[in-house]
Structures are given as structure tokens and as C-alpha cells.
């Protein structure tokens, strides 16, 4: 019998992919990747390496096997590797309104460029936005999805919205459960745990340091095996990046004050043309007050790892 994983995540950044991560491991069914993202579609390194070394960061063979990797939706080519390698897993989406994740994003950067989440200002923020695009780009759903809805058919596809997280945490983890394939009578403990807020560094020099020996390590293949097989088996990572952090509050910066208001237009117009794509639709908030819409000349490319 072929081996797939029951369903891969595929994003978006900054909108609950850890807390999906971490409800559904927690169900004695499901059989999540260690580490969380493989990265194995998106990056041609990894891709390289082929299925053994994919399959090897999963614990069984349960068809009730997934990973989730949000730098996914920000790659053309991701869907069509899944659909060619795997066609019958199902496509999990977390989403969140494009301009709180675009801002959110930025806060998440800025507090390892700058430090002091609490004392950014706009102009910060704007510094960051001019060097990259992806800010903006990593919040333009419709075109990065495009690619998914095309390659499988609506039932493989499951859209499920940052909303709900603080809304109805419980029944959006059920959901989850039931769209993988699992029971969704089974109750996590931490459905109501925030993961993963702008926080303030303790230490950015020190941050910066275990970042780049981190790098340095997976430059040659004995310390990246090891890497890998400690990352499979245990969340070192993500304690150390929790005792890294420390919560000082975040400033009140709006959208406005950071982007354009072409790029207010534009995110408004790729929300309207995946509202009307989506069969369920979008969150009735996310289409209130959205800027007015206007023919589009200049779109951001997306990024090739």
C-alpha cells in the first residue's frame, strides 16, 4: 500500500498554524510531523531528498498523518507537487484577515530586527515593508490559493478561519479533527491557548546567536541529521523560542499607517474575488470597510525558495 500523509496545511503565516498544529497533536489519532514545518514542497533542497526523508519526520504510518507548512501557499509550484506525490490528501487552510496578518507578520519580524515590540513605530514597520513584499503578498489569499482550488476538488480542500480560534476554539478544533479524519468528540486541552503573539526578545543578541549557530549547524549533514532527529522527537525548539520571549505589550499601528493605499486596494480586491470563490464565503467582518475597488496593474510576484 503507497504511503501519504492524511492531509498537509499549507498556511497562511500568522494565523493560527501553530494552534492548529497543537490541538490537532494532541489527538491520539492524529500523527503530526516533527518538527512542525517540513518545508519539503517549498524548498528544493528538501525536496531533493525525496519521500524517505519526508516520511522519516513522521512517527507512523497512520493515514491520519499531517504536517503544516504556511510558507506553502507562498509557492506556485507547492500544488502541483502535492497533487503529482500525494492527490488524495486534504488541503487544510487556516486564514486570517489579510490586514491583522499582515501586521501581525511585521510585529513578528520587527521584534528580531529591532527588539522592543512596545516601542516600534510606524516608521519601523515602513522600513521593513519597503525591503520585502512579502507582507503584503503572504496576505493575498485568493491568488495564493488559486493554484489548491484548481488542483483538488472542493471536499479535499478545508478553509477554516482565525476567528474562531478566540471565538469557539473547542468547536473549531472538533471541526479540524473531523475534516483530517479523526474523531471530533475528542476535547484538547489546549484549544484555548494563545501561541505564537508579537512578543518582545529578551535578549536579541542572544536570539540572533542560537539563530545563526542553528544555521551554521545544518550547513553540514552529521549536526543537520541530528538536528532533524532531535526536532522529530521532541518541541526543544519551540520551549526554547517560548523562554526566549517575554511579553511587554504591542503598539497601536494601524494598516493604514504602514501601507499604501494602493495596497489597501489591493488586499481589498483579493478579498472580494475570494469571497466569491470560496463556497462558504468569508467572515462578514473581513468585508466591512474594505477599500473601494480599482483595476489592479502591478501584483507582487510570489517568492521561489
Not at 519526508?54 to 507562498?74: N, Q, V, W
Not at 487544510?92 to 528580531?112: C, G, K, T, Y
Not at 475528542?186 to 540572533?208: E, G, M, T, Y
Request: hydrophobic fraction near 35%; charge should be neutral; include cysteine.
Amino acid at each position: 500500500m503507497t504511503w501519504s500523509p492524511g492531509f498537509i496545511g499549507i498556511g497562511a503565516e500568522k494565523s493560527a498554524t501553530t494552534w492548529a498544529w497543537t490541538v490537532l497533536n494532541e489527538h491520539p489519532s492524529v500523527c503530526m510531523s516533527q518538527p512542525k514545518e517540513l518545508n519539503y514542497f517549498n524548498t528544493d533542497d528538501n525536496h531533493r531528498r525525496g519521500e524517505s526523508w519526508y516520511r522519516k519526520h513522521f512517527a507512523d504510518d497512520t493515514s491520519c498523518a499531517g504536517e503544516i507548512s504556511p510558507l506553502y501557499m507562498d509557492d506556485d509550484r507547492v500544488a502541483a507537487r502535492i497533487r503529482d506525490r500525494y492527490p488524495d490528501t486534504r488541503i487544510l487552510v487556516m486564514l486570517r484577515n489579510p490586514f491583522d496578518r499582515a501586521m501581525s507578520h511585521l510585529f513578528h519580524d520587527a521584534s528580531v530586527i529591532y527588539g522592543k515590540v512596545a516601542e516600534l513605530t510606524p516608521d519601523d514597520l515602513q522600513t521593513l515593508v519597503q525591503k520585502d513584499q512579502k507582507y503584503l503578498r503572504r496576505s493575498q489569499y485568493g491568488e495564493a490559493l488559486n493554484p489548491f482550488l484548481e488542483a483538488f476538488p472542493p471536499e479535499q480542500v478545508g478553509v477554516f478561519f482565525f476567528d474562531d480560534v478566540t471565538s469557539d476554539g473547542l468547536n473549531l478544533a472538533q471541526r479540524l479533527y473531523e475534516f483530517v479524519g479523526a474523531s471530533g468528540e475528542f476535547v484538547p486541552q489546549q484549544f484555548n491557548q494563545k501561541v505564537n503573539d508579537s512578543q518582545d526578545l529578551r535578549s536579541v543578541s542572544l536570539a540572533k546567536i542560537i539563530m545563526s549557530t542553528s544555521r551554521a549547524a545544518k550547513s553540514f549533514p552529521p549536526t543537520r541529521k541530528a538536528m532533524n532527529w532531535v526536532y522529530r522527537r521532541t518541541q526543544i525548539r519551540e520551549k526554547l523560542i517560548r523562554l526566549l520571549m517575554v511579553d511587554r505589550g504591542r503598539p497601536e499601528i494601524t494598516f493604514t499607517e504602514v501601507f499604501s493605499e494602493d495596497d489597501s486596494r489591493r488586499l481589498s480586491n483579493d478579498v472580494r474575488a475570494l469571497n466569491k470563490s470560496l463556497p462558504g464565503g468569508l467572515p462578514a467582518a473581513w468585508l466591512q470597510s474594505l477599500a473601494p475597488s480599482k483595476p489592479q496593474f502591478c501584483e507582487p510576484q510570489r517568492a521561489v525558495a
